[in-house]
């Protein structure tokens, strides 16, 4: 799984409201989710986004409820990864669950700027800023996780391995 896509960062404890407003709940559209995402933190903050783009995140990504929804406002922006220093743990697993990769950093996301060009291998956990010239390095992602990514989330993954049987 590669990816390569500018940067856009956001701060620390951005919560799930801040990612999408609890007003725009009104629907699962992941496109209309889409429209809207980070809306809590600046309104039109997705405008600057382009299908591919990079979310970079600092400590404690996703805290808040446990909304599935803010997930899916970040897939339906057009970004199919959060890289950030950390995570909340239910986010984390809502994320991976509807089909948004998460790359856990640590302090080595400082390493990245707004509007850097990045592109990044799953596989081998390996993340290049090609603005910076800086190599930040992760856990390879786990091939059950991929296996679930790759079918867009658990739902898709379980519907198919039901179909097997």
Known sequence: MNYKGTAHKVGEHIDTDAIIPAR????????????NCMAGLEPNWVKRVRP????????????????????????????????????ARIFYRNAFNMGLLLMEVGDAVDKISDGDELEIDASTGVIRDLTSGAVITCPPLPASMAAILEKGGLVGYVKERLAQK
């Open 24 to 35: 725009f709940l009104v629907t699962t559209d992941a496109k209309k989710l889409g429209e």
């Open 52 to 87: 591919g783009d990079i979310m970079v995140a600092g400590r404690n990504f996703g805290c808040g409820s446990s909304r599935e929804h803010a997930p899916i406002a970040i897939l339906g922006a057009g970004m199919p990864v959060v890289v950030g220093h950390s995570f």
